[in-house]
């Protein structure tokens, strides 16, 4: 069973940052993207930003671009978001995904709260 584990969600002050991180295990493929979406209630789910294992490209959305960084820790499964100069409109519950050949995965979310 390929389960996702998203923590480090929390409550922070805008300007401040906040590190998250998804623990993944079951996933045995070779060829897959694994990055993070975001949404809040009423809107779409927005993509903000993932790592093509197959190229090692990372990607991010332009609402995050130069404020998030993605990174991963092979060795223990592990991929991270970095997010500095957080602002209100960053606020979501923020998910981590895997998809590949054999199908997509969710993690359960964690939420991101910014205060103004």
């Known amino acids: 069973e390929v389960q996702l584990q998203a923590s480090g969600g929390g409550l922070v002050q805008a300007g401040g940052s906040l590190r998250l991180s998804c623990v993944a295990s079951?996933?045995?493929?070779?060829?897959?993207?694994i990055g993070w979406f975001r949404q809040v209630p009423g809107k779409e789910r927005e993509g903000v930003s993932c790592i093509d294992i197959s190229d090692g490209g990372t990607y991010y959305a332009d609402s995050v671009k130069g404020r998030f960084t993605a990174s991963r820790d092979d060795a223990k499964n592990i991929l991270y978001l970095q997010m500095n100069s957080l602002q209100p409109e960053d606020a979501a519950v923020y998910y981590c995904?895997?998809?590949?050949?054999?199908?997509?995965?969710w993690g359960q979310g964690t939420q991101v709260t910014v205060s103004s």
């Open positions: 079951g996933f045995t493929d070779d060829d897959y993207a």
């Open positions: 995904a895997i998809q590949s050949p054999s199908g997509g995965y």
